[in-house]
């Protein structure tokens, strides 16, 4: 039985893959860094602020990108951002009783490529950060998904915690991305693919796979 549950953040939670899609075009736009959408749902869909700008600059212009206009563009887009936040967000149809009723059985935690002030405001206006143990968020992890760092720093901490019992399997991940996907199954854990932006032929490594999270039931998380 499944012990412990995390969350993807964005294409998870909250329904916000586009919204960063064009806010990265945006940033990168004056710096002669063409950014297609087809390009990035191939290449950097699932990718952090710090990994997609990079990949993205290399791609355009053959070297790496200078720090300090990295971290001018992640500042650009983080305040881009907020700006949509303000503005209001949805949650995905589903997600927000899903995550209330899981809480009450096991831990939760988030492992995300997103800001943690991102993270943390989107659940708070939704009533929702109570609900969740703790977050990885992109300022915790040397590296993006598909790398598995974060969500081998979420069961060190869900271990270190004594929220579960330590084997990895019995720890669940719910992702939209193939790179989320990779990163979990990379940490040993199992994974849920849900169908909200990848299609789900692409979702071959999750262990179990819903159209949208509105048809994950707890049961059929906590029995996997």
């Not at 995300?112 to 915790?140: Q, Y």
């Not at 598909?146 to 060190?156: F, I, K, N, Q």
Request: hydrophobic share 45%; net charge negative; aromatic share 6%.
């Amino acid at each position: 039985m499944i012990s412990a549950v995390i969350f993807d953040f964005n294409g998870v939670i909250i329904d916000d893959e586009t919204v960063h899609r064009d806010l990265f075009i945006q940033v990168l736009a004056p710096w002669n860094v063409p950014l297609s959408v087809e390009d990035y749902a191939r290449l950097y869909l699932g990718m952090d602020d710090r990994g997609c700008l990079s990949a993205a600059w290399r791609a355009a212009r053959g070297s790496d990108i200078p720090d300090t206009i990295l971290t001018e563009l992640i500042e650009a887009k983080s305040a881009l951002y907020e700006k949509k936040m303000e503005e209001g967000l949805p949650l995905y149809e589903g997600v927000a009783p899903l995550i209330r009723e899981l809480a009450g059985k096991v831990p939760l935690a988030i492992v995300s490529g997103a800001l943690r002030p991102e993270i943390e405001h989107a659940l708070e206006k939704n009533a929702l950060v109570s609900h969740f143990s703790f977050i990885v968020s992109a300022e915790d992890t040397p590296r993006g998904k598909p790398d598995p760092s974060g969500y081998l720093m979420a069961r060190a901490e869900l271990l270190r915690r004594g929220l579960h019992r330590g084997e990895p399997e019995t720890i669940a991940v719910i992702e939209d991305s193939v790179q989320g996907l990779e990163a979990a199954k990379g940490a040993g854990l199992k994974a849920i693919g849900v169908g909200h932006t990848y299609p789900l032929s692409d979702l071959t490594l999750a262990d179990l796979t819903v159209e949208h999270i509105r048809t994950l039931s707890p049961t059929a998380i906590l029995s996997l």
